[in-house]
C-alpha cells in the first residue's frame, strides 16, 4: 500500500512538473473549448433587413413600425431592390404604391419568416388607423431549453475527447521511461508489476476528475452551461471511458518501440475518433456510410453517455449500451496491453 | 563459509549469441568480486541473471540461498542493484526518489543517514535531471542501499565518470564493503578491479577464463614483469622457446626474472640479424594476464 500510495504521489509530482503535460492535459482542452465555443457555439439574435422600394405615406409608417422591431433594419431602396433580395443583402422587399404593399420574398425559411413579420406589421397599422381596442394580446416569455445551445452539445464532447486523449497518451510515458532504463530498475525491486500498473492508472483517474471538473466548470462560467444530470453520476462513466482509453494507449506503447511509432498509432486511432465520433456535431449529421465506421470508435459511446448524463439527466440504468461498449474495450484492450506490456527496450 | 552466491552450469542464450556459457561461480560473504572483460563478454548478463532480470535457459542460480529463477521477489527483497545505462525519474529530487525506491522494499535503511553517507544530503532536494554524471552514479548507489542489501551488484558503476568522480565512487564502494556487504561489480577498467576487488573474475564469450585475487592471477598467468618489444625481424619470438604474444604489432613477454633472460634474448636478437626500435620492461597487470588468456586486449 505504502508503494502504491507513494508511486501514485510521485506521479502526480513528475505530472505537475511538466509544462508541457500540463498544457496538454488542462490548458488545451479548456482553450480549444472556448474557441470552438466562441467561433460556433453563441446563438445569435434576430437580426433582418428589409428593403422598401416607394414612398408615400404608407411607406413611412411601415419603415417607422418595422424599425420598432429588435433586430430589424429597414433600407430604403430606389432600384435593384430584386438583385439586393438574390444576393442576400435583404430577406424581404416591399414595393409600396399608394396604400397597396407588394412583398416580394425569397424560398429561404428566413426570408419567409421576415415577410411574416412585415404583414404582422402592416394588420398592426390597419388596427391603429381603425381605432379597434384590441379583443386578444399575447405577451412572450424566454425560457432556456438544454440541449438546444451548441455549447450544451460541445462541453460534454470536448470532455470525451479530452479523456481519450489523456487516456491514449498515457502509453507514451511508458515508452519514455522503458527507453530511459528506468522501467527495467524498477523491475529489479520486488515491486509487483500490478501496483506499478495500478498506480499509473489512478494518477490518470486523478487527471480524468480534474479534467472533467475544469471542462465543466468552465462552460458554466463562460457559457451559462448548466448540467442537468447528476454530476456524481458522470464518475463511473469517467473511471470506465479512462481506463477504455488508457488500455488502448498501454497496448500501443507495448507494440510501438520509439515515441515516433507510438505517436504515429496513437494519431491513427484518435484523428478518426475526434471527427466521427460525435464531438463536435452529431454523429445522425454524418454520412449514411460512414455511420458504421463511427459505430465502431469507444469515444462514441463515451460522449453519447457523457452527453445524456450532462445534458438530459439520463440514468446510468439507461445508458446499458455504452457501458458495454466501453467496457468491452476495456476488457480486450487491457487484455493486449498485458500480453505486449514489455518492462524494457527489445535487445538488439 | 556459505556462499552469498553460487552459479552452476549456467547457459544463457540471446538468439544466436551464448551469452552465458555453461557458466560455474562461487562467491563467499563480504568480499568484493570484479567481473572484468570486453563488451559482449557476458558480464552484464550474468548480473542480470543474478538479480532476478533475466532467466537462464539451463543451470541454476542462487543468491544467499534462493533460487533466483523460483525465488526471485525474496532475492529483490535482499539485494541491491545498479544497473548499466542508470536513468531516475527526471523531475523527481534526489529525496523524493530515494522515498520512491524506498516503498518498494519491506525493509529500509535510515534515509538521511544513507543520503549522507554518499554525500548527497546537500542535493537532497536537487531534481535529478540537474545533477552531474558522478552525482547521479551516486544516487544509483544510494539506490542500490537502500534496502540494507546484504548483496550488491554494480554493473559499470564508473564507466563515463571522470577520473575524480571515479575516485569518489571507488571510496564509497570501499565503505560498502567495510560494512560487511558482498560487492559484486562489473568493469572494463583493470586499475577498477585491481583497486576495489579482493577477487577478480576474468569472462570472455560466456565464460570464466580466470578466477583469483589480483596478486594471484598476475603469477599464475604473466611473469612479475612484462617486457614489450617493437623492431624489425622479430616475429619469430612468438614461436618457441620464447613464446611472446604478439599485440597491436608489438611484441609481449611475461616473465618472471627477467634480469636471468635479457641477455640471452638480446643476443638471440643480434645473432638473427633483427632490429630493436622500442623496448620497455613493466610490472604486469590484469591487461596482461587478459591479454595471455585470449589473445586479445580488453579495451580495444
Redesign the interface.
Known amino acids: 500500500m ?2 502504491y ?3 501514485v504521489q ?1 506521479n502526480l ?2 505530472l505537475f ?2 509544462r508541457d503535460v500540463l498544457f496538454w492535459n488542462f490548458a488545451f482542452p479548456v482553450l480549444f473549448m472556448v474557441l470552438i465555443g466562441t467561433a460556433f457555439g453563441a446563438s445569435p439574435g434576430f437580426s433582418a433587413h428589409v428593403g422598401i422600394e416607394g414612398s408615400g405615406s404608407f411607406a413611412s409608417a411601415l419603415i417607422q413600425a418595422l424599425r420598432h422591431i429588435k433586430g430589424m433594419s429597414v433600407s430604403v431602396i430606389s432600384s435593384g431592390g430584386i438583385q439586393a433580395l438574390q444576393a442576400g443583402h435583404i430577406e424581404v422587399l416591399a414595393r409600396i404604391a399608394g396604400h397597396q404593399a407588394h412583398l416580394i420574398r425569397t424560398n429561404a425559411s428566413a426570408s419567409q419568416s421576415v415577410s411574416s413579420i412585415v404583414q404582422g406589421a402592416v394588420m398592426a397599422m390597419n388596427l391603429q388607423a381603425l381605432h379597434q381596442p384590441l379583443l386578444f394580446r399575447a405577451t412572450v416569455r424566454q425560457i432556456s431549453v438544454q440541449g438546444t445551445s451548441y455549447i450544451d452539445f460541445l462541453a460534454p464532447g470536448i470532455l470525451g475527447m479530452t479523456l481519450m486523449n489523456t487516456g491514449l497518451f498515457s502509453g507514451t510515458m511508458l515508452i519514455t ?1 522503458r527507453s ?3 522501467l ?8 509487483p508489476t500490478g501496483i506499478f500498473i495500478g498506480a499509473r492508472i489512478t494518477t490518470q483517474m486523478v487527471v480524468a476528475l480534474i479534467q472533467a471538473t475544469l471542462i465543466l466548470v468552465i462552460a458554466r462560467e463562460v457559457y451559462h452551461f448548466t448540467p442537468v444530470g447528476n454530476l456524481w453520476s458522470l464518475i463511473p462513466l469517467l473511471v470506465l471511458g479512462e481506463l477504455a482509453f488508457m488500455t488502448i494507449g498501454f497496448f500501443i506503447a507495448g507494440v510501438a518501440n520509439t515515441m515516433e511509432v507510438a505517436s504515429a498509432l496513437t494519431n491513427i486511432v484518435s484523428l478518426p475518433m475526434m471527427f466521427l465520433a460525435g464531438v463536435f456535431y452529431p454523429i445522425s449529421q454524418l454520412p449514411r456510410f460512414i455511420k458504421p465506421l463511427a459505430d465502431i470508435l469507444p469515444l462514441r459511446y463515451l460522449t453519447s453517455g457523457l452527453r445524456a448524463v450532462v445534458v438530459h439527466g439520463t440514468p446510468l440504468t439507461h445508458l446499458t449500451n455504452d457501458f458495454i461498449a466501453l467496457a468491452l474495450v476495456a476488457v480486450v484492450c487491457g487484455a493486449l496491453a498485458v500480453k505486449f506490456f514489455r518492462w524494457e527496450m527489445p ?1 538488439v | 563459509m556459505t556462499p552469498v552466491i553460487e552459479v552452476t552450469n549456467a547457459v544463457k542464450q540471446f538468439d544466436s549469441v551464448r551469452a552465458l556459457d555453461e557458466l560455474s561461480l562461487s562467491v563467499i560473504q563480504g568480499q568484493v568480486v570484479a567481473v572484468l572483460g570486453p563488451n559482449g563478454a557476458g558480464k552484464t548478463t550474468l548480473l542480470e541473471v543474478l538479480e532476478g532480470l533475466e532467466r537462464l535457459d539451463a543451470g541454476e542460480a542462487r543468491v544467499l540461498g534462493y533460487d533466483v529463477g523460483r525465488q526471485t521477489r525474496e532475492v529483490k527483497e535482499r539485494i541491491g542493484i545498479s544497473l548499466q545505462a542508470t536513468a531516475f525519474f527526471d523531475r523527481l529530487s534526489v529525496q523524493e526518489t530515494a522515498q520512491l525506491f524506498g516503498s518498494f522494499f519491506s525493509r529500509r535503511q535510515d534515509l538521511p543517514s544513507l543520503l549522507q553517507t554518499l554525500g548527497l544530503w546537500e542535493l537532497r532536494e536537487r531534481r535529478v535531471s540537474g545533477l552531474s554524471g558522478g552525482q547521479r552514479q551516486r544516487v544509483a548507489l544510494a539506490m542500490a542501499l537502500i534496502n540494507d542489501p546484504q548483496v550488491i551488484f554494480l554493473d559499470e558503476p564508473t564507466t563515463g565518470l571522470d577520473p575524480a568522480a571515479r575516485r569518489e565512487i571507488w571510496s564509497l564502494v570501499e565503505h560498502v564493503r567495510q560494512e560487511g556487504r558482498t560487492v559484486i561489480l562489473t568493469t572494463h577498467y583493470m586499475e577498477e578491479a585491481a583497486y576495489l576487488a579482493d577477487n577478480v573474475i576474468i569472462m570472455d564469450q560466456g565464460k570464466i577464463l580466470a578466477e583469483g585475487s589480483v596478486g594471484q592471477l598476475l603469477r599464475d598467468y604473466t611473469g612479475e614483469q612484462t617486457l614489450i618489444l617493437d623492431g624489425e625481424g622479430l616475429d619469430y619470438l612468438t614461436d618457441p622457446p620464447w613464446n611472446f604474444v604478439a599485440d597491436n604489432g608489438r611484441l609481449v613477454w611475461h616473465v618472471p626474472n627477467l634480469s636471468d633472460h635479457l641477455d640471452r634474448l638480446l643476443s638471440d636478437i643480434r645473432s638473427r640479424g633483427s632490429v630493436i626500435h622500442h623496448l620497455v620492461v613493466r610490472e604486469a597487470t590484469l591487461e596482461d594476464v587478459f591479454l595471455r588468456l585470449t589473445g586479445r586486449r580488453l579495451v580495444s
Open positions: 505504502n508503494a500510495l507513494t508511486l510521485m509530482k513528475m512538473r511538466a521511461h530511459q532504463g528506468i527495467r530498475r524498477i523491475r529489479g525491486t520486488p515491486l535487445r
